[in-house]
């Protein structure tokens, strides 16, 4: 297996069809979406901007729809929902279409949105992640990150699954080995390290400090989110 990380979107060059791609935001794109479709949403469609979320919701019944995202880690004016995953229960998503639109999540998935398989991956379903793409030659975790700079919570997500998959066949990108290296020296502290990052500290200013220790209970939520023409849900979905 080759096994490659993109630290952050703009990095993300691997495309090939046979390429297996996990989107990684821990917090909290890809747990909140994870969280959406454990709660019965029947898919989630990733977006860019708000003015293309607010169109898309236009066919749809009022009843049937859910805006949901941030600006700023804000819920945005108008939407339904934020990017908590907290907000994202069975009895708010059951049955619901979910338009959703984040800062750093949702633009990591559109970096990917031309990749061959695109599954989006967290410490919430970290081992069904694995278990999902270890059928592919090749792995790509891309990094959601922060504002176009790195974040120390996906990479040493991106490390672990890295660290999981890797065999001693495996081949890894200098990316793969450092975001390896990363989860191993996190690991025996892993929660207490990354309620410290930058990005943890300014959700938890924000209020936001029960988001991060849901981001952080790893496999509570074993579902693996598919990209799939445009839009995202369980891969047992589409068989």
């Known amino acids: 297996m080759r096994i490659s990380v993109a630290p952050v979107p703009q990095e993300f060059t691997d495309d090939d069809a046979d390429t297996g791609v996990v989107v990684v935001d821990v917090f909290r794109a890809s747990t909140t979406i994870a969280a959406a479709l454990a709660g019965g949403a029947r898919f989630v469609l990733p977006v860019a901007d708000v003015e293309q979320a607010m169109r898309l919701a ?3 019944a009022e009843n049937e729809v859910l805006l949901g995202g941030e600006r700023e880690c804000r819920r945005i004016d108008g939407f339904h929902l934020g990017n908590s995953p907290r907000e994202y229960t069975r009895e708010t998503v059951a049955g619901k279409v979910v338009i959703f639109t984040t800062t750093n999540g949702t ?3 559109a970096a990917a949105e031309d990749a061959g398989a695109v599954f989006v991956g967290s410490f919430v379903n970290f081992s069904a ?3 999902a793409v270890a ?3 090749a792995v790509t975790i891309l990094c959601a990150g922060n504002n176009g700079r790195l974040s120390l919570e996906d990479f040493a997500c991106a490390g ?3 660290g999981r998959l890797a065999k001693r066949t495996s081949q ?3 990316a793969a080995m450092a975001a390896r290296a990363a989860y191993k020296d996190l690991k025996e502290d892993l929660h207490r390290s990354l309620m410290s990052t930058e990005h943890a500290h300014r959700l938890a200013d924000l209020g936001f400090r029960a988001d991060l220790e849901f981001a ?3 496999d509570s939520i074993p579902v693996v989110p598919r990209l799939h023409d445009g839009r995202i849900e369980p891969p047992e979905n589409r068989k």
Request: glycine letters at 10%; a negative charge.
């Open 172 to 174: 890894l990108d200098d």
């Open 160 to 162: 672990g699954l890295v």
């Open 107 to 109: 633009q990591a998935l």
């Open 58 to 60: 236009e066919p749809y």
């Open 135 to 137: 059928g592919f030659d």
């Open 129 to 131: 992640v694995v278990e």
């Open 216 to 218: 952080l209970k790893v």
